[in-house]
């Protein structure tokens, strides 16, 4: 049984928390990825970045859903929500763009354990860690590999 360590990307591209989103844009697309770990000065990751994230950007703000309960309007989304998302399209740097709950993988775990999270999580890349340190990154192009053969 392979595992991710088998397959996985050790020449990891990193960012930034004070990159500008413009430059993370042409590095996620100069090195065809989809996305990149964001690391602090010691090298702890702070968050990923991905394409979505910044492509969230150029989307049109959703008026947030609402309804009527006895003459009081009650929200169908959080203020939390709202803020974030908001934060999001306005956002100029990496740290304020990034995603950061970064789900990541271990280097042991099963390729089958790796794709089942990708599929289930909607996610397409995962930073591969032994214990706190980042040794790796998974795309599902690397899962695609062994599938291909």
Avoid: W, Y
Avoid at 94 to 105: F, G, Q, R, S
Avoid at 122 to 138: A, M
């Amino acid at each position: 049984m392979k595992l991710v360590k088998d397959i996985m990307t050790t020449e990891v591209i990193t960012l930034a928390p004070d990159t500008g989103v413009t430059q993370a844009a042409k590095i996620l697309l100069e090195n065809h990825i989809n996305g990149a770990p964001v690391l602090d000065g010691d090298g702890k990751i702070l968050g990923i970045l991905c394409q979505s994230d910044l492509i969230t950007a150029q989307k049109r703000f959703p008026l947030p859903s609402i309804f009527t309960l006895l003459d009081g309007l009650i929200p169908l989304r959080s203020q939390s929500d709202i803020e974030r998302e908001l934060g999001k399209m306005a956002a100029v740097t990496v740290e304020k763009a990034m995603t950061t709950k970064v789900v990541t993988v271990s280097p042991n775990a099963t390729i089958e354990d790796a794709a089942t999270l990708m599929v289930e999580k909607k996610f397409h890349t995962l930073p591969v860690v032994d214990g706190k340190k980042l040794v790796g990154i998974l795309g599902k192009e690397d899962i695609l590999k062994v599938v291909a053969g």
